[in-house]
């Protein structure tokens, strides 16, 4: 083989090319029950369903403060309502009471998520959704009641909303045209 590093910058070229795609990912910002807010009468297994959280992505509940909060809770606490004494070792997680609460889904795993408010959760305040941590798929494809703005002032470096999509495929064919170019040389 005339070049012995050949492969080893391929796959060095592709690795940082894949992290330089996840950090530009856009985290999205999902307002729970969309216009309807965190209250009783919405189905939020049902709203939660259809979409595809990945990690970075925010949960913003909102809601009166002081008629709801959002607990992140165990399955098993979800599926009882039962909050017991509201101890990490009863099975919550973390509580949320402000009415305005971000959530971040910082990791790629199963939440659950309650309002601990007497008969709340068994009237259907509550749901889970699974996180996945996705580099293949585009960024803001969802766009049902979804914004997709969260982090324009963070890591989004400026850019317009509308050019996400074109950056992530312009990326992806920079990707593929490095490693066909190093493949041949
Ligand atoms: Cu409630």
Redesign the pocket.
Known sequence: MENPYRLLIVIITTLVIMILVFYRAESKRYTVGDGEGW??GTNYMAWAQPHNFTVGDVLVFK?VKG???AYQVSKEVYRSCDVGNGSASAGVLKKYETGSDEVVLGEARDYWFI?S?QG?CLGG?KFGLNVTLDLIAPPNTTDDGVTNNVSNSGRGRGRGGGAENNNFWALWAVLLLANLALFFW
Do not use: T, V
Request: with cysteine.
């Open positions: 209250d009783i809601y008629q709801h909060n309002c408010f709340h305040m």
